[in-house]
């Protein structure tokens, strides 16, 4: 994939950029590993400054950074500025506490253990690979750096090809915010280059956050290198309706949750799983509020949904609903590719899946919402785990009884009960099955990539 800002509302590639080779790569390992050496020594106190210092730099920037976010990957201008401010916030937040979530931890009673003191200190592992997405560029990308900077990790980052002027902003944003020069690089490199820079002794673990396919072929090499991994992947989100709900507000939710971001979010409702009893109500509105939201030019601050990022993600897009409908899912809304260039496609809803079609077991990573009739309050949550991800979930009711069944059996790594799934710096953020495994974001993410050392003193 060739490594330049194409400008999806129109298809017009805007600019193009080379590559780093070998020796630039060795030369940012080396500077990795020597700043690594140097930061691991500073204090929480002194890496907090800096991150917020890199938030006040994001906060003072916000405008031209969102800008930047419009033309490299289509968001639209004001969810743009939401997430630059959202990463100024995830720095403050990894400031703040760090002191407390990296704290030594000790026995209150080390005789237990023979000793007279014993517990477990977090240190740093050294230099940590990113390989980001380009869905949220700037958030991904530094809700992985500020826990791992602030711990006294040094940062390496593969960026999708489809941002470099987002990487290259990130490349210097820590060291004008005071943290040493090879505290955080970005490396200008092809998918194809990871695989050597995994296998480098001077990088100690690795992130991903992106497709399934990308997500096996890193964590093989890491594996093979003894190397931990933390793996953010797809989703196919179920969102479920019951027959308590409010189903206004579910419907206008369900809109909400399934165009973020122009439809290319992990965490997207995408599969709308709806009790018979109201059922045919609930597609009723969903539909009408699919069909009235606005696509167009995502400057414009009316515009709901903008392009998709990419043509081949737009083609995926297109492709699967397609073959639903083929086998004979009925089109509610959209389903039609816009005859004008950039890569438009349009809110979508589609019904009456037959088992076969693909959308059923696949994500949807555009604007694309499937409908599903359920029996009863267990039929959905049958439903809702018949795939093989297992990211998020959102369930819409006023049942305590269904609410803590929902919560107890859905299986995927977070349930948001009357409400759409979000990330927040404050809770846990990560799936199980195939969305992939570890945790970032809260006390946890931040632990991901330290070295839990057991200390024990007779
Ligand atoms: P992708 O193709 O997997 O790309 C993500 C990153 O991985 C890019 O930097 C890409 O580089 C790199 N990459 C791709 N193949 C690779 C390989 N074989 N080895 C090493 N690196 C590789 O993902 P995408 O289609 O752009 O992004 C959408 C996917 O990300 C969706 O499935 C979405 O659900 C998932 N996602 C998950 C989360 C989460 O938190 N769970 C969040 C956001 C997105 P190139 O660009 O150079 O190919």
């Given at each position: 994939m060739a490594i330049a800002t194409i400008n999806?509302?129109?298809?017009?590639?805007?600019q193009e950029f080379e590559a780093i080779d070998a020796a630039e790569v060795e030369r940012r390992l080396a500077l990795a590993q020597s700043t690594f050496e140097q930061l691991k020594s500073t204090s929480f106190a002194q890496r907090g400054e800096w991150l917020v210092k890199a938030a006040e730099i994001l906060e003072a920037e916000v405008e031209d950074t969102a800008l930047m976010l419009v033309r490299e990957m289509g968001k639209t201008i004001v969810q743009a500025r939401g997430e630059v401010l959202k990463s100024a916030k995830g720095l403050r937040f990894y400031a703040e506490h760090v002191q407390t979530f990296l704290a030594d931890e000790w026995l209150e009673d080390p005789s237990a253990v023979g000793a007279k003191q014993a517990g477990a200190r977090y240190q740093p592992l050294g230099a940590v690979l990113a390989v980001m997405p380009w869905n949220y560029p700037i958030w991904q990308a530094l809700r992985f750096a500020a826990p791992a900077l602030a711990a006294g990790n040094v940062g390496l980052l593969k960026h999708a090809s489809n941002v470099p002027q987002t990487a290259l902003y990130l490349d210097t944003l820590f060291s004008r915010a005071g943290f040493p020069a090879g505290a955080f690089q970005t490396l200008?490199?092809?998918?194809?280059e990871v695989k050597a820079v995994i296998e480098d002794w001077r990088v100690k673990a690795v992130t991903l956050t992106g497709s399934e396919p990308a997500g096996r072929s890193v964590a093989a090499t890491a594996g093979e290198q003894i190397k931990k991994t933390v793996l953010e992947l797809g989703g196919s989100d179920p969102f479920l309706v019951l027959p308590s709900a409010n189903l206004e507000a579910a419907a206008e939710a369900a809109v909400r949750a399934r165009l973020l971001n122009n439809g290319q979010?992990?965490?997207?409702?995408?599969r709308f799983i709806v009790h018979t009893d109201v059922y045919d109500k609930f597609a009723e509105l969903f539909a009408t509020g699919m069909a009235n939201a606005v696509m167009g030019d995502?400057?414009?601050?009316?515009?709901v949904i903008g392009p998709l990022a990419t043509e081949s993600g737009r083609d995926e897009v297109a492709d699967l609903v397609k073959d639903a409908v083929a086998k004979g899912a009925k089109v509610l809304t959209g389903g039609v590719v816009p005859d004008q260039p950039g890569w438009w496609y349009p809110p979508t809803v589609l019904a009456d899946l037959p088992e076969d079609a693909l959308l059923v077991m696949e994500?949807?990573?555009?604007p694309v919402a499937s409908l599903y009739r359920a029996k009863d309050t267990n039929d959905a949550i049958r439903i809702a785990n018949q795939t093989r991800f297992g990211l998020s979930s959102a369930v819409w009711t006023n049942d305590s009884a269904e609410e803590q069944l929902c919560i107890e059996r859905l299986d995927a790594g977070a349930v948001f009960v009357n409400g759409i799934t979000a990330s927040y710096p404050e809770l846990p953020f990560g799936g199980v099955k195939a969305s992939g495994y570890g945790r970032e974001l809260a006390e946890v993410g931040m632990r991901?990539?330290?070295?839990l050392k057991t200390v024990w003193k007779a």
């Open positions: 999806p509302t129109n298809g017009v590639v805007e200008l490199i092809g998918s194809r979010s992990c965490i997207a409702g995408k995502p400057m414009d601050p009316k515009t994500e949807a990573f555009g991901e990539f330290t070295n």
